[in-house]
């Protein structure tokens, strides 16, 4: 059979590594070559930079070492690739693809439609471009669009009502939640229009809070999913095109089983731990284990994206540290097989104490105190980090982070959250996955009741109402943006919600000084959700609410 061999090359690329990215692409495209005789490869959006370069777009010194990346991989490539790239063109600049045969390039395209929401910000970057770009190669048309445009109806039909016989898509598409059947329904709704199949190349890899989990596809003219590569993981995936059917027919392949949920995030998790620790170059990580549930599901995170060899804990107990959280601490350090020591704080809690008597006179027992305990914990964890270089792991979750359930300069410590935007009760649904592979978390650490153990019998809830209670109110105040009448309208206690959102909206600051951490919802605290610190709507609301009860 005639045909084309499309290699669609889902890659994992490091952001601003121009010259890493280019050697990249060119070693992928040989490798293409080699493995499947490839006569097009397809690369992901702003390959050449990985996505989002962010701020290092506005430096001019930028677009020269660019444009010196690219012209290396036009001098070395042996067959035909589409590659995304940033460009200067006067004063305007462009997301734009490059269709490159070896030693020119014979086509361009920029980006129609630029993004401005969520973690988007390509208008303050780039200008929007215009026209269709069509290739043939072997007699076969193909039409580009870059990510967004395939969100939208124009440049599809565009391309398709100039001759386009197959769409190829380079995208750069974070991962969250429902991405995988958004993406998939959005396929299908452009295929509806035009007939035609498209060819949808994804990066994979971690960057910052964005997990970008690959997943490319192809889908047929009919709109049927015929291929599929892998999530997070990269892959080499060969499409064979026949060059004398039409309209063209693409062979179905066997297609990767669909994830559950928890499975799609820990993945995702796993993914955004092992790129930031590699990616920005630290020799491992550290980890303070409490013998809870957050930070159980952390260290076994951690196992899995760094090896136990990378992963080191501390244990450190006051005199408000149960026997029970020691021991669970102890064996799943053991399970795991990480480095484990054990400092106790209770002497220099007690010193601090001592030195802060006076200030402290005549105030009873409160938060001041509880909290030094976290804040001695996490200067012991930044100390150790500082002397061997360890990335401190924190361990909290969204849930806390919400409602300010932390501890400033304390439990916030460190480098990268891994539960960042992940809520209690998922937490306890990825340890359930977690120890369906393999038994690494005890079953006591998530059967127990929740508690910060810095008081006496002290237990989450003697402040926070169940976390079933929570997470919901927190997910329509804060990922649904329900105002507070229509939360009570679902069913919820009225002065729990106002509590609640009093709790989240004067948390903004503790938030605005957390470690970044990863993205699994369209509403994580980072890019996705911006609010002002200094801010009066709180007082508004609870007004409003007063003056219709």
Request: proline share 6%; with cysteine.
């Amino acid at each position: 059979m005639e045909k084309i061999t499309l290699v669609v090359a889902q890659i994992n690329l490091l952001v601003g590594d121009l010259l890493g990215n280019a050697q990249r692409i060119i070693t992928t495209t040989r490798q293409a070559v080699a493995q499947y005789h490839a006569d097009l490869v397809l690369f992901p959006e702003l390959a050449l930079t990985s996505y989002p370069p962010e701020d290092l777009l506005l430096r001019p010194g930028f677009y020269t070492r660019c444009s010196e990346a690219l012209l290396e991989i036009i001098q070395s490539i042996q067959t035909t690739i589409v590659i995304g790239y940033p460009e200067k063109e006067g004063n305007l600049f462009y997301n734009k693809a490059a269709v490159i045969q070896p030693k020119k390039i014979i086509a361009t395209y920029a980006k129609h439609i630029l993004p401005n929401y969520a973690v988007f910000d390509e208008n303050r970057y780039f200008s929007p471009g215009a026209g269709p770009c069509l290739f043939d190669l072997k007699g076969v048309k193909f039409g580009l669009t870059i990510c967004e445009d395939l969100w939208h109806h124009g440049p599809v039909n565009e391309a398709v009502n100039h001759g386009a016989e197959i769409i190829l898509s380079l995208n750069a598409s974070p991962y969250d939640r429902d991405k995988v059947r958004v993406r998939q329904n959005t396929l299908e709704t452009r295929i509806e229009e035009v007939h035609v199949p498209i060819v949808y190349c994804n990066l994979v890899g971690g960057q910052d809070e964005l997990i970008f989990d690959g997943g490319s596809m192809v889908l047929d003219a009919y709109g049927k999913r015929c291929q599929q590569a892998a999530y997070y993981e990269e892959e080499l995936m060969p499409i064979d095109i026949p060059l004398h059917k039409r309209p063209i027919q693409l062979t179905q392949m066997p297609l990767p089983p669909p994830m559950k949920e928890e499975e799609n995030i820990y993945r995702a998790l796993v993914l955004g731990i092992r790129d930031y620790v590699t990616k920005n170059h630290f020799p491992g990580v550290l980890i303070g284990l409490s013998g809870g549930v957050d930070s159980a599901l952390t260290l076994a995170l951690a196992v899995d994206a760094l090896g136990s060899e990378r992963v080191h804990t501390v244990m450190m107990p006051s005199q408000f540290t149960s026997q029970m959280s020691k021991e669970d601490a102890q064996k799943q350090a053991l399970l795991l097989q990480v480095e484990y020591d054990v400092i106790d704080i209770n002497s220099l809690y007690e010193n601090f104490l001592t030195v802060l008597a006076r200030q402290f006179e005549g105030s009873p027992p409160s938060a001041a105190e509880e909290n030094l305990q976290a804040r001695i914990r996490g200067s012991l964890l930044m100390a150790i980090s500082n002397k061997k270089g360890y990335m401190v792991l924190t361990t909290g979750n969204k849930s806390e982070l919400s409602v300010g359930y932390t501890t400033l300069y304390g439990d916030t410590c460190g480098g990268f959250a891994p539960l960042k935007d992940i809520p209690k009760t998922m937490v306890y649904r990825l340890c359930h996955y977690r120890n369906s592979l393999s038994p690494v978390i005890p079953e006591r650490v998530i059967r127990r009741q929740p508690s910060a153990e810095l008081a006496k019998n002290q237990l989450d809830q003697d402040t926070l109402p169940p976390y079933e209670v929570l997470d919901e109110i927190l997910h329509r105040y804060i990922d649904n943006d329900q105002d507070p009448r229509s939360i009570y309208a679902a069913g919820f206690d009225q002065e729990t919600v106002n509590k609640i959102i009093k709790m989240v909206n004067h948390n903004e600051y503790k938030r605005r000084q957390s470690p970044v951490g990863i993205r699994t919802t369209q509403r994580a605290f980072g890019k996705d959700r911006r609010y002002p610190i200094t801010s009066g709507y709180q007082s508004n609301l609870t007004l409003a609410d007063k003056s219709t009860n």
